[in-house]
Each structure stands twice: as structure tokens, then as C-alpha cells.
């Protein structure tokens, strides 16, 4: 259900459903799980791109799924065993996460592109905060994204009222980083993700860490946690391959490390 195609120095992540949208069930959500833990894992992979199969890139909860266990689930222990882990670990991953957006991204499959580190998506694609069209409230990260990526009054109205937002759109407002088109998406989604890849992989661990605790913290906070990053990133070799390359009038090559 998730294709893993490693490339030099990084690693491109399917979701493999399109008969469903690419809609997450189970034994989905277990394979991107594990896939990610193996790109953590993995020194040679220093950048992910996650994008779909089809003509979607995710549809959210696989509803056919939730339809035939019945009774009222109990949603919450859902969220806790599959959603908040996977946004978690897309958000934790010291190493950045490329999405391509292929085509329609609603419910959770919306938020957790939203969830990753530079997100691209074809001129075709749409974003669907399809929650309250099921009567449910957005998930996945969404009422902590949404709000901030875009403002309360836009997050307000596609969470309440459900509609499909462009990716022109999603681009304009600042949801997302750019829009392709839809013939070269995955050529400039891999493009980046190369690039990202051949940089220096800690420091960009590093930066993740700054911006992901950036709107939980004060000024202050977020001057000392710089600090403390910088320190880090100021030991590291590619550091000291940075500043070498630079005074060589030469490109880096960075190691990752
Ligand atoms: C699907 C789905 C789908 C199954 C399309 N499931 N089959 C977290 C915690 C626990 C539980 C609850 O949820 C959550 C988080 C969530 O994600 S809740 C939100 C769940 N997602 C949605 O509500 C979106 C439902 N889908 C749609 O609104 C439409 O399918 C979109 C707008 C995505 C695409 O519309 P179309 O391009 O018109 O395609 P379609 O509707 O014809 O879908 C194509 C096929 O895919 C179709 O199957 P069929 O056998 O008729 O060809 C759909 O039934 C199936 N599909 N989404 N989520």
C-alpha cells in the first residue's frame, strides 16, 4: 500500500490505494510507519518525498473501512494509535519531507501533506478540509496548521464549510509553497527533494526543530533554542565544509553530517 523507490541519497514514498483515493486504512498507515522509521533510520537517505498513486494524493480515513466495523467507534483512539503518530513522526524526522500533491487532498490526507516540510502540488490539485462534511472537526494537525499557515479567518471557513480550495489558491495564501504543473510536478517535487538532499542534512534537522517549536515559544525561548541549535550546528563538519567551500570560492559537499 506505500511504494519505496530509494534514490540516490533519498527516498520517494507512494501511497499505493488509488482504486480508494489513496484513502488511509490500516494497513496503510502501518507501511508509511514503517517506511518512515526506515528513512530516519538510514544515513544514506537524507530527504523524503511523499506524494500518490492515481489521481489523487489522499482522500483521508479510508470511510468503506469505518463503515464496516460499525457501532459508534470510538475516533479519538484512532487519532492516538495511527494519525497523531504518523504527524508526529513526519514533524520529529530530522531530515526533510518533500510532499507532491497530485491531484485531491481531503480530511486527514490534506493535513498530514500539510504536515510535511515543503509541499508542491499540481495546478489540478485540490485541498479538502472534507471533516465537517461527515460531521467531524479536522484532524491530523489540521486546527494547528490551518490557522497558522493561513489565518484564522480562512482556516475558520474551510473547516466549517468543507469546500475544495485550489492549489493556486493554496499557494496564494500561503498553505502551501508552490503550485507545478501537472505534467511536471513530480519532476520539480524530485528536483527539490535532490537538492535537499545533497545539503547539509543536520543543519536541516536542525532547522525543523527551530520552526516546529517556533509558535509554541516566546521570543525568548525561541533566541535561546537558537542558541543551543546553533551551537550544534556550529560542531558539525558540514559546518566547517560550509565556510571551507566558502573561502574556496568552490560548491560545498556537504556529508550530511
Ligand atoms: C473513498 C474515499 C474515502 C473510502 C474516495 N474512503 N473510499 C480520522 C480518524 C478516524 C476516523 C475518521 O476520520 C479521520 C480523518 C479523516 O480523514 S475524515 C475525512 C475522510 N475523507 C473524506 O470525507 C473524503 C471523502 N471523499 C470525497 O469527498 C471525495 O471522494 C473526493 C472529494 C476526495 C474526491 O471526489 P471525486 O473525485 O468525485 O471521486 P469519488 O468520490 O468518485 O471517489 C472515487 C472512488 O474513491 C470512489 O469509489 P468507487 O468505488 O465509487 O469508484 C469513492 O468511494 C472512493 N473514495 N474517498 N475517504
Not at 482556516?155 to 501537472?182: F, H, K, N, S
Amino acid at each position: 500500500t506505500v511504494l519505496v523507490d530509494r534514490r540516490a541519497g533519498w527516498m520517494v514514498l507512494t501511497l499505493n490505494r488509488p482504486a480508494r483515493l489513496n484513502a488511509f486504512n490500516e494497513e496503510m498507515h502501518l507501511a508509511l510507519r514503517r517506511a518512515l522509521e526506515e528513512a530516519a533510520g538510514d544515513a544514506a537517505c537524507r530527504a523524503v518525498l511523499l506524494t500518490g498513486a492515481g489521481r489523487a494524493f489522499c482522500a483521508g480515513q479510508d470511510l468503506a473501512e469505518r463503515v464496516q466495523t460499525g457501532g459508534a467507534p470510538d475516533l479519538g483512539a484512532s487519532l492516538d494509535r495511527l494519525y497523531n503518530p504518523l504527524v508526529r513522526q513526519l514533524r520529529a524526522l530530522d531530515k526533510p519531507v518533500v510532499c507532491a500533491v497530485n491531484g485531491v487532498a481531503a480530511g486527514a490526507g490534506a493535513n498530514i501533506a500539510l504536515a510535511c516540510d515543503i509541499v508542491l502540488a499540481a495546478r489540478s490539485a485540490t485541498f479538502i478540509q472534507a471533516f465537517s462534511n461527515i460531521g467531524l472537526i479536522p484532524d491530523s494537525g489540521g486546527t494547528f496548521f490551518l490557522p497558522r499557515l493561513i489565518g484564522d479567518a480562512r482556516a475558520r471557513a474551510l473547516a466549517l464549510l468543507g469546500l475544495p480550495l485550489d492549489a493556486a489558491t493554496a499557494a496564494q495564501w500561503g498553505l502551501i509553497w508552490a503550485v507545478a504543473e501537472d505534467e511536471a510536478l513530480a519532476g520539480e517535487a524530485e528536483a527539490i527533494t535532490a537538492r535537499l538532499a545533497a545539503r547539509a542534512t543536520h543543519a536541516l534537522g536542525l532547522v525543523k526543530q527551530a520552526l516546529n517549536a517556533s509558535p509554541g515559544n516566546t521570543l525568548d525561548q525561541q533566541l535561546d533554542l537558537e542558541r543551543d541549535l546553533q551551537r550544534l550546528a556550529g560542531y558539525a563538519p558540514d559546518y566547517a565544509e560550509g565556510v571551507r567551500a566558502f573561502t574556496q570560492k568552490r560548491p560545498p559537499v556537504f556529508s550530511g553530517q
